[in-house]
Each structure stands twice: as C-alpha cells, then as structure tokens.
C-alpha cells in the first residue's frame, strides 16, 4: 500500500511567500480551469489505477487550498477518489477563510478525519504582511467549527522569521495556538523561494535597501524562535518527533512519517510528485498542460527521475534523520543489503566524533540540540 496525495491548485488569493504551484480563484474567470481540472484528474485517475494494487495507506488533499472550492467541488473531488481509505488517516489542508460548515460537513461525510489548518500567525499584522486572507478572529471561529463537526484530529500551522515578526509575536501566537487545543502542530521557519512577492521584495540588487520593509528576522533570531517554541511545546505535552512537527501521544501525521521513512506515495493532479517503486515523477504544474495530455490519452509528466541505489539510501538516511525516532540500523541493512556505517564511514565519524550525531539501541539520531541547522549538516551525506 502507498500512501495518497491530491493537489487542489486553487485558493482565493496566492500567499506572498508561497512557491507551490496554484492558479487564484481571482483569475479564474468562470468556470472553466476549475472544470479542466476536474476532467484532468478523473482522467489521471483511470490511468493511474493500476499503481495502487493493493489499496492506499493514507490520503493527504493539499494545495493551494482544497477548501477554496465551492461546496459542490469539494464534494465532487471527494467522489472521484475511488480509491478505498476507511479506516485510515486522511487529511485536508483547510484555510479560516474558506471554511464553512458546509464544506466540513461534507469533508466528514466522505471519510476525511484529519484537518490540518494553515493559521501561519496570530497577528493580523503579520498576517497581512504575509497576504493571507484571514485574521486571527476567523483562526478561532474556524477551529470552532472544526470541533463542532465532531474532527478531533487537527493540525495547526505557524510559521516563524516573517517580516516584522519578533520573539514577543512568535510567542503569543504558540501560545494562542495551545489554548486552541490541537493535537498536532506543525513550525515553519520562512524561506524566501525564488519567483515569490516576498524573495522579491527582499532580493538584494541595484543598489536597493530595506530600511522602508519590515524587519526580517536572520538565523540567529530564528532559531532563538525556534528553540523557544521546541521548550514551549514539549512542556505543553507535545512529541516532537520531527524537525518541524509536534503531536499529542498517537497523533502524529501518518502519511508524512510513511514519506519521512522512505515508503512509496502516488500524488495525482498539476504540480504534484510520485515516488514508486525508486522512480519519482512530477506532474506539469500548467493546468492547460496537465488537462490537455490527459485528454490525449497521456500522463501528464514533467520530470521523470529513476532512483540509483545509492540515492535511495541517502534519501533514506536524509529523511529518516529529521525524525526523533532517527533511522533503524536494521531496518536500513534489511532494505538496502548493506550497514549504513559502511556506506557513510567517513562523515559518520566525523560527525558522531563532534556529537552532532549518535548511535543508541541500535539506531542512528541527530543530536536534539543541532536540529535547527539539520539541512546543513544533512548535505554531508550527498
């Protein structure tokens, strides 16, 4: 079984820090990409039937924001999805500005028990700042809501190190978030993705300055937020067991600790990536591409990568070292026929030598204190 990812690539308004491909319901002028969409990924689904033999092992519906369509969209993209997911985790991204008690009676109906709530700050300053469509105020009613339709699996996002953000904001907002009651959250740190309003508005270059912009919180002061958020949060009850993800005790998301451990997911419609059997594709992130291949009969790919041995193994230590459970020795030796201290002898020793990592009970961790900075050190291992 593999897991199941959707990509929904609408939403109201596009974020100024946002880098996933979507199309603004703004500049949809009827309904025409929206039913481009619909037949694309009906198609798609037919043709990509056959890579799910065995069932899916969780369903994630991501976008843009699957809840900026209309109820009767939502509804229709949850029909189409024949693949069987009872009794798993299946989650949809939701945004306050979109939500209604309709469209979550509707989400409960089809089998969607997990919401994972972009909130991203609880300043109506920054969250303006940053392009969002909501205030604080449509958080907690959204919340509300989710609570009222009986969800008792739901995800907050917050990011932190955005324009103007200082420790005092990042903090009230994860404290807000706690008194919310979720039981997962998910911190992440801004990165200015090239081709965004916001990587623009701050892209050094023909003599500009910044001194008119907001302030933009550098390292040191994001992982001074980070480390505080990490303390808060643990105190609070929360696991952190990865990088950026915190649960309550068996609320941890599913799908993405499956990715996190190397197992396989198909993702269907524009933009979104696969990775089956040691080959990844991705789809065309143009939605006319996308529905007009389907409609010749062919698989909308834009990328196609066949995975070498060796790089499915560093992927699978990359990955599997963002979590707090780290990677099983055994379990790598088992998938991969090999001791990973063999493969990687020099930068392990290197590393394990500095503490930056560790081996207990047979497994390889990062060191808790160096996990802010895990990208870099993780590049080692390329």
């Not at 907002?173 to 090239?194: D, F, K, N, Q």
């Not at 302030?215 to 609070?236: G, N, S």
């Not at 649960?247 to 993405?256: V, W, Y």
């Not at 020099?346 to 500095?354: G, H, I, S």
Request: glycine share 8%; with cysteine; charged share 25%.
């Amino acid at each position: 079984m593999s897991g199941l990812y959707v990509h929904v690539p609408f939403c109201l308004q596009k974020c100024a820090y946002c880098a996933f491909y979507s199309v603004p319901l703004a500049d949809v002028h009827g309904g025409g990409p929206v039913e481009d969409y619909f037949e694309g990924l009906a198609a798609e689904i037919r043709l990509r039937q056959q890579d799910t033999p065995f069932g899916v092992s969780s369903l994630f519906i991501g976008g843009g924001t699957p809840t900026a369509l209309a109820p009767e969209g939502l509804e229709r993209l949850l029909k189409m999805l024949v693949f069987s997911f009872e009794d798993i985790e299946a989650t949809s991204e939701a945004n306050p500005g979109t939500i209604t008690p309709e469209k979550l009676r509707i989400l409960r109906e089809y089998g969607i028990n997990r919401i994972s709530l972009g909130a991203q700050s609880f300043s109506d300053r920054l969250l303006k700042e940053i392009g969002r469509i909501h205030n604080a105020e449509a958080i907690r009613e959204a919340v509300r809501l989710i609570r009222l339709e009986g969800f008792n699996n739901l995800n907050l996002d917050l990011m932190f190190g955005l324009p103007g953000q200082d420790r005092k904001t990042w903090q009230e907002s994860v404290e807000e978030a706690l008194r919310l009651g979720p039981e997962h959250l998910s911190l992440y740190a801004l990165s200015l993705e090239a081709g965004t309003p916001l990587a623009t508005r701050y892209s050094p270059g023909q003599g500009k300055t910044f001194s008119h912009l907001p302030h933009l919180p550098d390292d040191d002061e994001q992982a001074d937020m980070y480390q505080w958020a990490v303390e808060c949060l643990v105190r609070a009850g929360y696991s952190h067991y990865e990088v950026s993800n915190f649960a309550l005790p068996g609320k941890e998301c599913r799908h993405n600790l499956e990715i996190w451990r190397g197992k396989d997911y198909l993702g269907l419609g524009p933009g979104a990536v696969s990775t089956l059997g040691g080959v990844r594709w991705k789809n065309a992130e143009d939605l006319a591409v996308y529905g007009q291949r389907l409609r010749n009969g062919e698989l909308p790919l834009m990328e196609v990568e066949h995975l070498s041995e060796r790089e499915r193994m560093t992927e699978r230590l990359l990955l599997g070292l963002r979590l707090s459970a780290g990677v099983s020795l055994e379990e790598f030796k088992q998938e991969f026929g090999q001791d990973l201290r063999d493969i990687y002898r020099d930068v392990l020793e290197t590393y394990l030598q500095q503490k930056l990592l560790s081996i207990e009970e047979n497994r390889l961790r990062l060191n808790p204190r160096y996990i802010f900075t895990a990208n870099a050190i993780l590049q080692a291992f390329l």
